[in-house]
Nanobody
Framework: QVQLVESGGGLVQPGGSLRLSCAAS????????MNWYRQAPGKQRELVAV???????DYADSVKGRFTISRDNAKNTVYLQMNSLKPEDTAVYYC???????????????WGQGTQVTVSS
């Protein structure tokens, strides 16, 4: 099995910064795409940022220029650096990781437990 552990959420004032981390562990052969999603109260879960195995990235228009996704393959970890935070960034943030399982060589996707980000003065 594979476990994802998220960290880094919290309360921050508008204009502030936070860095989220999501570490994968378990029966991992390799990791393909790593994503960050978020879900605000009463809204659907939305894709925020994507990074593929080659390091190519993509972002939702609402966070372009403010958020940066990165990964450390040696640590099986994906990060989301969030700058210039706005109240509308308030949500539970989830990592989503596509893992090649070492036991059967197939790809499975896993979700983190979610971490709350609140942007408020």
């Amino acid at each position: 099995q594979v476990q994802l552990v998220e960290s880094g959420g919290g309360l921050v004032q508008p204009g502030g910064s936070l860095r989220l981390s999501c570490a994968a562990s378990g029966s991992i052969f390799s990791i393909n795409t790593m994503n960050w999603y978020r879900q605000a109260p009463g809204k659907q879960r939305e894709l925020v940022a994507v990074i593929d195995s080659g390091g190519s990235t993509d972002y939702a228009d609402s966070v372009k220029g403010r958020f940066t996704i990165s990964r450390d393959n040696a640590k099986n970890t994906v990060y989301l650096q969030m700058n210039s935070l706005k109240p509308e960034d308030t949500a539970v943030y989830y990592c989503n990781v596509f893992v090649i399982w070492s036991l059967d060589g197939r790809e499975y996707d896993y979700w983190g437990q979610g971490t709350q980000v609140t942007v408020s003065s």
